[in-house]
């Protein structure tokens, strides 16, 4: 890539430049892709490049996070709505922490038999959504020609499936420490399933605010967009476990209000 930037210039490629392109996809980058200089004109700050998915929810390997600061994980928001936007994320993390009890780290050694056999027992998972909604009528953009948003959104679904021993089943403990159960066959451990989920969006313009809702409504909204014909299919963002992470039943979105 290095050629590329020994002789930079204003304008088009020439058109030497665009063959050698075709060989080297090295240099796709800054044709095909967003670049950090494409946001913004020299002197305006009207726009941050902002994350769909955050680094704070992703797991605390190195990979997963640094792969977040790539440009087709960035989309303009306003400046002065980043902070409120970046606390709504924080949210998302302490209901993840909090109340789906999904573990900072899952440490495979803790001493604790209590403290094995629930993490055993009691499985979580939160499962995140994002992305945005572009702008229409008209198209906005900003810099180089990259498009700015209508709306920035996020949505949660936390799936807790909590078990429980057979009647007058203990826990015992091997050599190894690994939690183990008196009865061997853990096929007669009978659980149940909670789920709660939410969404939060954020309308890209000046003086919005940060707004928590069902996940039915954010479909409803992206459905608004996304589907042109009626043979079209709905916006279901979590098909999974029978749809019900969009069952208003499952509404957990007043813990962020």
Not at 39 to 65: K, V
Not at 108 to 137: C, Q, W, Y
Not at 179 to 206: C, H, K, M
Not at 228 to 254: M, Q
């Amino acid at each position: 890539m290095l050629w590329f930037f020994r002789r930079p210039k204003k304008g088009m490629l020439t058109l030497a430049d665009l063959d050698r392109c075709h060989d080297d996809q090295s240099c796709d980058v800054g044709l095909r892709q967003i670049l950090p200089q494409d946001y913004r004109e020299p002197g305006d700050s009207q726009y941050t490049p902002t994350h769909l998915i955050w680094p704070e929810l992703m797991p605390p390997s190195p990979a997963p996070r640094l792969s977040t600061f790539t440009m087709t994980n960035m989309a303009p928001l306003i400046s002065t709505l980043f902070s409120e936007w970046h606390e709504a994320v924080r949210k998302v993390r302490r209901f993840a922490i909090e109340e789906c009890g999904v573990p900072l780290v899952l440490d495979s050694n803790l001493k604790h038999l209590s403290e094995l056999t629930s993490h055993r027992l009691n499985k979580s998972a939160m499962f995140v959504a994002s992305g945005i909604i572009p702008s229409r009528d008209p198209v906005v953009t900003s810099g180089h020609d990259v498009q700015v948003p209508f709306l920035f959104w996020m949505a949660g679904c936390c799936v807790q499936q909590h078990s429980k021993l057979p009647a007058g089943t203990e826990p015992a403990s091997r050599t190894s420490g690994e939690a183990v159960y008196g009865s061997s066959d853990e096929s007669q451990i009978s659980s149940q399933t909670n789920i709660s989920a939410f969404a939060v969006y954020l309308r890209n313009a000046p003086l919005s605010h940060v707004i928590a809702a069902p996940v039915l409504q954010l479909e409803i909204l992206l459905q608004d967009s996304y589907k042109t014909k009626p043979t079209d299919p709905d916006v279901e963002l979590f098909p999974g476990h029978e749809s019900a992470c969009g069952d208003l039943k499952n509404d957990g979105s007043k813990w962020f209000m």
